[in-house]
């Protein structure tokens, strides 16, 4: 991992913020590290880039492979995304 920013990873992944998909409050570090089977959730530069400077931070921290997914993510089928809104939401309700 490159790592130039000032902020810790610590400090990003305690940041909250409403889920465009789950409909609930997120940490950064669900977003970063637990949102898809893959890690990243493939909307996360789309999401923080109003908080902070994301991609860079994305950039510092990862490698240029996984960087490269996030920044030019592959688009899901729409019921592909429905059914993973589905069990996710369901994971929830069943903790």
Same mark, same amino acid.
């Given at each position: 991992?490159?790592? /130039? /920013? %000032?902020? +810790?990873?610590?400090?990003?992944? %305690? =940041? +909250?913020?409403? *889920?465009?998909? =789950? !409909? &609930?409050?997120?940490?950064?570090?669900?977003?970063? *590290? #637990?949102?898809?089977? /893959? !890690? @990243? *959730? &493939? @909307?996360?530069?789309? *999401?923080?880039?109003?908080?902070?400077?994301?991609? !860079? #931070?994305? /950039?510092? #921290? =990862?490698?240029?492979?996984?960087?490269?997914?996030?920044?030019? $993510?592959? $688009?899901? $089928?729409?019921?592909?995304? =429905?059914?993973?809104?589905?069990?996710?939401?369901?994971?929830?309700? @069943?903790?």
């Amino acid at each position: 991992m490159r790592s /130039n /920013n %000032k902020m +810790t990873i610590k400090y990003y992944d %305690k =940041l +909250t913020q409403r *889920c465009r998909r =789950l !409909g &609930s409050d997120v940490t950064f570090n669900y977003c970063r *590290c #637990h949102a898809e089977e /893959n !890690g @990243s *959730c &493939s @909307s996360i530069i789309q *999401c923080w880039w109003e908080r902070f400077d994301v991609a !860079g #931070h994305l /950039n510092a #921290h =990862l490698t240029k492979d996984q960087f490269l997914t996030l920044e030019q $993510p592959q $688009p899901k $089928p729409k019921i592909t995304k =429905l059914m993973e809104i589905i069990q996710e939401a369901q994971r929830r309700v @069943s903790k």
